[in-house]
T-cell receptor, first 111, second 117 residues
Framework: AQRVTQPEKLLSVFKGAPVELKCNYS??????LFWYVQYSRQRLQLLLR??SRESIKGFTADLNKGETSFHLKKPFAQEEDSAMYYC?????????????FGQGTTLQVKP | DADVTQTPRNRITKTGKRIMLECSQT?????MYWYRQDPGLGLRLIYY???????NKGEISDGYSVSRQAQAKFSLSLESAIPNQTALYFC????????????????FGAGSRLTVL
């Protein structure tokens, strides 16, 4: 079965420290993975997708098929990065728009 | 103005009552979705619609129904609300194409918080 696991409910770091939000998935085919973010009092929004291979707000995520992971990383955390982060996987194949979300990780960046 | 608007934003109701959550969008997207968010469980898909004549069940559709009144409107109904339907409900939209703003990139509403007593 397709599944997304985010093992940490809460990750707390100090400003300037490196951040890694973990995401593991189970999917037998070729996965399409995303990170969505929800800042306080804002809507859930796309942060990045693996097929774009881009860096958004200093965040990057590399798909590791061997480890079935898509961890989100940033070398130096900022206070404005504090938010809820969701890893998501497309259900099935193709452009279905049906996402399977992980449980979410709250990132708290302390001053 | 928001691209995806949900009403009501907050609702408290009693067990057994019928509740409708409404979603409207100005994105011009064909596809609309209803997700439910529960702490520790993430978001789970309730129903989705790829166009006005297309309605599909998601992973947790029991106890819910939907109506796609127009391309821009997709409502979620709880015919007889129960306490374990207390949650934050999100409407989302996407277009049907590929590429940067394709079908797999969702635009979310602000959420409707429902409490069933």
């Amino acid at each position: 079965a397709q599944r997304v696991t985010q093992p940490e409910k809460l990750l707390s770091v100090f400003k300037g420290a490196p951040v890694e939000l973990k995401c593991n998935y189970s999917y037998s085919g070729s996965p399409e993975l995303f990170w969505y973010v929800q800042y306080s009092r804002q809507r859930l929004q796309l942060l990045l997708r693996h097929i774009s291979r881009e860096s958004i707000k200093g965040f990057t995520a590399d798909l590791n098929k061997g480890e079935t992971s898509f961890h989100l990383k940033k070398p130096f955390a900022q206070e404005e990065d504090s938010a809820m982060y969701y890893c998501a996987l497309i259900r099935g194949s193709g452009n279905t728009g049906k996402l399977i979300f992980g449980q979410g990780t709250t990132l708290q960046v302390k001053p | 103005d928001a691209d995806v608007t949900q009403t009501p934003r907050n609702r408290i109701t009693k067990t057994g009552k019928r509740i409708m959550l409404e979603c409207s969008q100005t994105k011009g997207h064909d596809r609309m979705y209803w997700y439910r968010q529960d702490p520790g469980l993430g978001l789970r898909l309730i129903y989705y619609s790829f166009d006005v004549k297309d309605i599909n069940k998601g992973e947790i559709s029991d106890g819910y129904s939907v109506s796609r009144q127009a391309q821009a409107k997709f409502s979620l109904s709880l015919e007889s609300a129960i306490p374990n339907q207390t949650a934050l409900y999100f409407c989302a939209t996407s277009d049907s194409g590929t590429g940067g703003s394709g079908a797999n990139v969702l635009t979310f509403g602000a959420g409707s918080r429902l409490t069933v007593l």
